[in-house]
Every structure is written in C-alpha cells, then in structure tokens.
DNA sequence: CTAGGGTAATGAAAGGATTCAATGCCGAGA
DNA sequence: TCTCGGCATTGAATCCTTTCATTACCCTAG
C-alpha cells in the first residue's frame, strides 16, 4: 500500500482506469453517491481506497470558482486580543462550514500587501484585514475585484468597504477621564505609529478629555512612540523616561495591554514594588490575564470575540447585502494599577 | 475603472486579447519579462493594468504542480505558547519565501483531521501539527502521499515521521522535584487528558521524581483532570478542590501556564491574597506574563520560538533529508509563586 | 414485437495558466 | 538573390475536476 508511488498523487482518471468506469461516474461517487448504482459504486470506492486516491482541490476550485475559506489579516499574531478575535471569526466560520486561513502582518505595509495578494490569488471568498496603515486603495481594488473584503478593528468611513471596530476615541477618553479624576494633569502615552489609526484616535480620545476638563490637551498629554507594540518595547520606553531628566509621569495610558505589562515589568526593575505601586497605568484591550498582574491592570475592554464573530457575519452574508459600519463601544475596567 | 464589472475576474486570455499578442506572451511577461520584447512588454502591461489582471493562482498551481504555503494546525490560537511557536515558523518560512497557513484544531480530533484533508487537498508543500491524540495513521497517510509532514511539541518515535519536540518527562520530573525539595509531598497536578501526550508525560515525569526521592509515586502526585486546558477550568477546578473534603493541597502542579493563572483568581477569589501566597504552584510553558503575575510564577520554561524555526527547517530540508527527531531539554524557571 | 420511460453511465467541454515545439520574420553573409 | 541563424511570438497540449447533453440499457405497457 505505501510501497512505492509516491511520485505522483492518483488522479480521478487513474481511479476511473482501476476501476473500470468512467472519470465522470468516479466524480459522481464523490459528490452524488445516491444517483450512481450501489454495485458501481462499491466498486469505485474501493479503486479509490485502493490507490488513497485524494481529490484535487485545486483543480475542483479551477472548475468550480467558488471555495469556503476566508483569509484574515492580523497585526500581530501573538498579541492576545488578535487572537481572541480570530477565534471569534473562527466560531462564526465553522458555523457555515468556512475555514480559516491566518496571516500575520507585523504592522507592515509590505507584508500585509503580499498577504493580501497571496489570498486573493488563491481565490478566497472573503477578506478579514486589520490595517497596518490608512491606505486602504488596495483593499478597495480587491473588492472591486469581487472579493468581499470586511475591516476589521478600524472603521471604513465612507471609503465603500463594511467595517467592525470600537471607538478608538471614546476609549482612549475614557482612560484619560479616568485618570483626571484620579488626580493626574499630566499623563505619559505610550503610543504606537500614528500610521496605526487605532494609536493617533487613542491620543486624540485621550487629548480631548483633557480638554474637556479644562487642561492643556498637549501638556496633559506627552505622547511617547514606541518601535514596536510589545512588552520588550515598554520595558525599553520605561527605562528610557525613568532616565530622562523629567523622571517618571504620575500616570501612564498604554496603547496595549502588553506594552503595560512592559512598563510593569520596567517600574519593579527598577524601582521594586513600591515604585510599582506609585505610578498609575492604564491598559488597553483588557487581556486575559489583566486581572491577574502583580498590580491589576485597568484596562479598556473591547468586545473580542464578538467583534470577530459579527466581522464574520457580515462577510458571509448574502452579496447583495448592504455596505454596513459596526462601532462597538469601548468600556474601562478600573484595577488596582491605577487606585492611588 | 472601478466601474461595473464584478461579475468575472479577468484571464489572461482577455489580456491577451486587449493587447493583440497570444496567450503564451503575455504568460512570459508575467514570468520571464527579459525574453519580450520591450513594446510588447510595454502594450501588455497596459493591457494588465486597464483590467486590472490579477493571476489565478489556482490554475497555475494546477499546471505547475507545487506552491509556497505550509499548513500548521495547533491544539489551540489563545495559547500564547503556540502563537509563539507559530511566530517562530513563520519566521523561518519567511526566509525561504513560503507562507503559513494557521489552524486550531481545539483538542478536537474530528477537526483536526479536517484540517489536515484541507490542507492536503490545497496542495500545501507541507505541514507542521500538534497532534491532539495519539493517532498518527493520518498523518503517516499524508506523508506518503508525498507531502511533507513534522511533528510539533510531540516525538515521532519510531513512526517514521520527524518531528521536534520538548523532554516533556524531564520537564514534569523539574517541577515535582523543586516543589520536593521545598518540601511538598503531596502535590495535585492539573492535568490534561492522556490523549494528549505532553499531559502524560508531564504527569510520568512528576511521578517518576517522586518515585527517586523515596515518596510513593501514586500518592504523592494525585492527579485532577481538567475539561480544557485554559484558565477557565484551572479556576472551575481550583473550587472544586477547595470545596472537596481534604482541601486544598499544599501545591499545585499545572499543566500550563494560563491553567496556573486560573488557579491563582480562584485562590484570591477564595480566600484574597493569604490564600494565594500560601499555595505553592508551579505552572509549564513560561508565557511571556508569567513573570508579572500577583505572584510571579514558577514554570518550566520550553525553547518555543526556537522550537518553530527548527521545524520549519525540518520541513524545507532537501527531499532526501532524513527523517530527524529534535527534542529540546526544558528548563525550569523558579519565581515566587513556589517560595514557601 | 415495438414504443416509450426511466435509470446508469459516458465522455467531451470548460476553467485559467504554463510550457514548448513550431512558425514567422529580419538581417547578414555567400 | 538565396540561405541560414537567431530572436520574437504563437497556439496547442497539459494539469484535474465538474458538468451536462448524450448514449446505452432494461423493463413495462400497448
């Protein structure tokens, strides 16, 4: 049975040939067993058992068009909120019997592009994508291509593209609200590249609650660029303030929960548990775990894994349904990390 | 441009029309541009941009036989531990051009098979699985149907298969043996099911370290089956323990890490941070959040990213490799969460 | 005994790109 | 003027499956 062969996959011809009908009955046995005779078809099974003969996919897509997988586009495949909403697409997909092929894109422009490029090559039905950038030109030519392509975690305006994402804005008020009330006028982000749109709403969220409650929107809120959105890059902007002539900020707004989890780790470093415990933080996805840190992490939530789910849902729904923005709200979950 | 059609996707015959040259012309421009000549390339190219041509990549792939993606089933996306291990396959492939397609079988052997017939009937080059049970037949199948195929996170053995993987038996042995050395001799592990071979051998590996310091291996390590291996059943059976007769044990061996952390909110849920602090626990994988947790964690540490890149190594290797079994050695991470 | 109806099986066409033997063409050399 | 070499282009064959109009066959009713 495994002796040899190997050079080559059995094709339906081959299965045919064995068994002594024609390629269209062996396709018949495969897709509509119940309109081909019980004896035929025993005797075709068993060619096909015989040679582990395996259908060609790629040939029955050539022919058909159509396929069941969907190509979703991350930033960051090991940051957990990504992969909370994946999962959320996942459970959606599996309910329509669609499969899931995923990519990360490392926030680069150039990757996301090959991704994009390599799926629509392969002829999926749909597109899930986190942007890496603002340019969204590709995505529409995708679409206009007959791909149906859903935003994922930004808003599409009125670029003609359906979206699901969470109000950057409100969020990043939210935590700096919270932050005022808490005391501080003067607050340290630690952002990401405002090519990220997530990153330049979080501060313009975080800079308007500082107006709104009568402070410098700009000195109450010092924005500091990471290189990257992990917790190694927190560790490094940490260290890097604590050094700085300024010292330390009373308060620091997160762009992630990770990089907060890096500014944890930097503070006790440096200072121990009590310099950890004199900085006020604030998070941003409120990861799993977030509640389980050396200090609980406040954080601003975001419905993952429905925003997966009803991304999913709006991909799949029928081709003539309409162009549709969903905006989740965000909420903040107050932890020890900023108590007092 | 973005006009009306939709309803097709432009063919190469279409361009080959549009520009007045035969099909095989355009094909060498798109393949081997230099043998063209350069107004035809040039009238061509235009052609391409007008439609906005975008090649099949399922026809060619029927023609040409081969591709550049690698498919990689995990047990399950939320670990960080796979995501990590991911990373380090994608990484390796990136060097080589190739892509990764990703999927999470959930434990569950049903969709792991799915997967893996998708895979294959996509005509992948190769793949790179944890398996969720014992069962290798599948994947011997596979393989001998001439795709490539290597074990992740568990050994081949002497199936025929390569595969990389951790000494999951001296990992358990480095956990039971520190928690003995602080002095506990009753240990409750949290463990998975025994279909899953790294839960297993953990458990054999703690009771083989019990057995070398004299203590009787049954008793010393009792073992709690979980439903899931997340932090949602570390806590669901934390409670049970707690509400059982004999209590909580001294220590707590977990499976993994996000176990570990279900079992440290159900202590604080229980009975604050006394509670937490007086239960030695020792967790596995050593996630990057380990180290930041209310009590920091104790847990065998395993070489995943590396562990990724070497099997996408193994995976790309010449046809004529060996089959090659790698298995790193574990490393145990010592933090507070095991301090007396 | 024939016509007609129904079931089973057939096999050619289609789908889009690549490959390669064959053709066409042009200019240079005889 | 004729021939030959080399470059550019052509278009049929191929990859494997699905689809569907057609054929083959058997049985029953007239």
């Given at each position: 049975m495994?002796?040899?062969a190997?050079?080559?996959?059995?094709?339906?011809?081959?299965?045919?040939r064995?068994?002594?009908v024609a390629?269209?009955?062996?396709?018949?046995?495969?897709?509509r067993p119940?309109?081909?005779?019980?004896?035929?078809?025993?005797?075709?099974?068993a060619?096909i058992k015989e040679?582990?003969?395996v259908p060609?996919a790629?040939?029955r897509?050539?022919?058909?068009?159509?396929?069941t997988?969907v190509?979703?586009v991350?930033l960051?495949i090991?940051?957990?909120?990504?992969?909370?909403?994946?999962?959320?697409v996942e459970?959606?997909l599996?309910?329509?019997?669609?499969?899931?092929?995923?990519?990360?894109?490392d926030?680069?422009?150039?990757?996301?592009r090959?991704?994009?490029?390599?799926?629509?090559q392969?002829?999926?039905?749909?597109?899930?994508?986190?942007p890496?950038g603002?340019?969204?030109?590709q995505?529409?030519?995708?679409?206009?291509?007959g791909?149906?392509?859903?935003?994922?975690?930004a808003?599409?305006?009125?670029?003609?593209l359906s979206?699901?994402s969470?109000?950057?804005?409100?969020g990043?008020?939210?935590?700096?609200a919270?932050?005022?009330?808490?005391?501080?006028?003067?607050?340290?982000?630690?952002?990401g590249?405002?090519d990220i749109?997530q990153?330049?709403a979080?501060?313009?969220?975080?800079?308007?609650?500082?107006?709104?409650?009568?402070?410098?929107?700009?000195a109450?809120?010092r924005?500091?660029?990471?290189r990257?959105l992990d917790s190694?890059?927190?560790?490094?902007?940490?260290?890097?303030l604590?050094?700085?002539p300024d010292g330390l900020?009373?308060?620091i707004f997160?762009?992630?929960?990770?990089?907060?989890?890096g500014?944890?780790?930097?503070l006790?470093?440096r200072?121990?548990?009590?310099?950890?415990?004199?900085?006020?933080i604030v998070g941003y996805?409120?990861?799993?775990?977030?509640?389980?840190?050396?200090?609980?992490?406040t954080?601003?939530?975001?419905p993952t894994?429905?925003?997966?789910y009803?991304?999913?849902?709006?991909?799949?729904?029928?081709e003539?349904?309409?162009i549709?923005?969903?905006v989740?709200a965000p909420?903040l979950?107050?932890r020890?990390?900023?108590?007092?």
């Amino acid at each position: 049975m495994t002796t040899e062969a190997r050079r080559k996959r059995a094709s339906i011809s081959d299965v045919a040939r064995l068994a002594g009908v024609a390629v269209g009955t062996v396709s018949n046995v495969l897709n509509r067993p119940d309109i081909v005779a019980p004896a035929t078809r025993a005797r075709v099974e068993a060619a096909i058992k015989e040679m582990s003969f395996v259908p060609n996919a790629v040939a029955r897509q050539l022919r058909v068009g159509t396929i069941t997988t969907v190509g979703v586009v991350v930033l960051d495949i090991r940051n957990p909120f990504f992969t909370e909403v994946a999962r959320g697409v996942e459970d959606r997909l599996a309910l329509a019997d669609h499969t899931l092929m995923l990519a990360s894109s490392d926030d680069d422009p150039a990757r996301e592009r090959k991704y994009l490029q390599l799926f629509e090559q392969h002829g999926v039905v749909g597109l899930l994508v986190v942007p890496s950038g603002p340019d969204l030109d590709q995505l529409l030519e995708v679409q206009s291509r007959g791909v149906r392509v859903v935003l994922l975690d930004a808003p599409a305006g009125s670029s003609g593209l359906s979206s699901v994402s969470v109000d950057d804005e409100a969020g990043g008020a939210l935590a700096m609200a919270h932050l005022i009330e808490r005391g501080h006028t003067q607050v340290v982000m630690l952002n990401g590249s405002h090519d990220i749109r997530q990153c330049a709403a979080r501060l313009v969220g975080a800079r308007r609650a500082a107006s709104a409650a009568g402070l410098d929107p700009e000195a109450a809120v010092r924005e500091v660029q990471l290189r990257a959105l992990d917790s190694a890059s927190g560790v490094e902007a940490t260290l890097a303030l604590a050094d700085a002539p300024d010292g330390l900020p009373s308060a620091i707004f997160c762009v992630n929960d990770l990089v907060a989890v890096g500014v944890q780790r930097a503070l006790r470093l440096r200072g121990g548990t009590a310099l950890l415990e004199s900085v006020a933080i604030v998070g941003y996805d409120d990861i799993d775990i977030a509640s389980e840190l050396a200090v609980p992490l406040t954080s601003v939530r975001q419905p993952t894994h429905e925003m997966g789910y009803r991304a999913a849902d709006l991909l799949l729904a029928p081709e003539s349904a309409e162009i549709e923005q969903v905006v989740f709200a965000p909420e903040l979950v107050v932890r020890a990390s900023s108590a007092r």
